[in-house]
């Protein structure tokens, strides 16, 4: 039986330090049958997207450099990969943004933002 799941059978690369995705996250995005590569470092990430390495997505660490930043910006644009950058848990200062954690309602808003019904919006 095929799944549900908008992100069932979809890679996505996970851009950050080792603690970045938790292992609940982790879980949370596998039951839902998503394939994971990651988290891989920043310098890893620009290493992999350069040598053409197929995701079908990426998240990515909001807090890389900024350069690095630009840089992946820019090289997941020009490819029309789905992106968005997130934080790891809940920020105590802003509500706002993306948060890779296993609270339902963090992963059905990844999910919605990188595979959702508008395939033309990139972060």
Not at 2 to 28: C, M, Q, Y
Not at 37 to 50: I, N, Q
Not at 92 to 99: A, I, K, L, P, Y
Request: aromatic share 8%; proline share 6%.
């Amino acid at each position: 039986m095929k799944s549900l799941s908008p992100v069932a059978g979809k890679t996505i690369l996970i851009i950050g330090e080792a603690g970045f995705l938790s292992n609940d996250a982790r879980d949370a995005l596998t039951a839902r049958q998503a394939l994971l590569a990651g988290p891989v470092v920043v310098s890893s990430a620009m290493e992999c997207l350069s040598e053409g390495l197929v995701f079908d997505a990426v998240i990515i660490d909001v807090t890389i450099s900024d350069e690095a930043m630009l840089w992946m910006n820019e090289w997941l644009e020009t490819r029309r990969i789905p992106f968005i950058f997130a934080h790891d848990q809940r920020p105590e200062t802003t509500s706002v943004g993306f948060v890779l954690s296993a609270h339902p309602s963090d992963i059905e808003a990844v999910i919605a933002a990188l595979f959702g019904p508008d395939p033309s919006y990139y972060h």
